[in-house]
Nanobody, 114 residues
Framework: VQLVESGGGLVQPGGSLRLSCAASGFTFSRYAMMWYRQAPGKERELVASISNTGGSTNYADSMKGRFTISRDNAKKTVYLQMNSLKPEDTAVYYC????????WGQGTQVTVSS
């Protein structure tokens, strides 16, 4: 199993970023996927999840209305569109697969700052 995140960077408050997580080594279309984040000095927290078909999504309360999780099973990729970014969204963002065991990507840094 391999999960590779990309798309992070430095963005000003109010800006947008789209994160991608490219998956390989398993049958992607069979599994739900999740995005987590970890800010400095804080515990890792769930951002959003999406069912295997993409038909069901869930978000942490602080991300509702600003973030959108989606997936392309043909491309074996899960996305996180982040809009109206705030400084408190600064964190390393990870995608996760739960397949008996939890598999994590290496993370991508998102910094929201003017």
């Amino acid at each position: 199993v391999q999960l590779v995140e990309s798309g992070g960077g430095l963005v000003q408050p109010g800006g947008s970023l789209r994160l991608s997580c490219a998956a390989s080594g398993f049958t992607f279309s069979r599994y739900a996927m999740m995005w987590y984040r970890q800010a400095p000095g804080k515990e890792r927290e769930l951002v959003a999840s999406i069912s295997n078909t993409g038909g069901s999504t869930n978000y942490a309360d602080s991300m509702k209305g600003r973030f959108t999780i989606s997936r392309d099973n043909a491309k074996k990729t899960v996305y996180l569109q982040m809009n109206s970014l705030k400084p408190e969204d600064t964190a390393v963002y990870y995608c996760k697969l739960r397949m008996g065991y939890d598999y994590w990507g290496q993370g991508t840094q998102v910094t929201v700052s003017s």
